[in-house]
Nanobody
Framework: VRLVESGGGLVQPGGSLRLSCAASGITFSTYAMSWYRQAPGQEHELVATITSVGTNYADSVKGRFNISRDNARNTVYLQMDSLKPENTAVYYC???????????WGQGTQVTVSS
């Protein structure tokens, strides 16, 4: 199983980034897909989740971030708009099996919001 994130980088406050996570080795449509993040010295934080029935977001990103998935491409996306310096973190993709609840993780992609 592989989850490969891409799209991170350096962006100015107010800017946008689109993260992608390509999955292989799983039946993608049977997994809930999430984005987590971890800032230096802080715990992992759930940012957004997408399942077959809908999406959920952390309060801090509602209205600015959008999670979507393309089951044909085995890919989940995180569109991040109006970025703030406090959004700086390593962003991780995860896949959770609907039935077993087992989770897989990607290696993470760094997002830095700074002027």
């Amino acid at each position: 199983v592989r989850l490969v994130e891409s799209g991170g980088g350096l962006v100015q406050p107010g800017g946008s980034l689109r993260l992608s996570c390509a999955a292989s080795g799983i039946t993608f449509s049977t997994y809930a897909m999430s984005w987590y993040r971890q800032a230096p010295g802080q715990e992992h934080e759930l940012v957004a989740t997408i399942t077959s029935v809908g999406t959920n977001y952390a309060d801090s990103v509602k209205g600015r971030f959008n999670i979507s998935r393309d089951n044909a491409r085995n890919t989940v996306y995180l569109q991040m708009d109006s970025l703030k310096p406090e959004n700086t973190a390593v962003y991780y993709c995860s896949a959770r099996d609907y039935i077993t609840k087992y989770m897989y993780w990607g290696q993470g992609t760094q997002v830095t919001v700074s002027s």
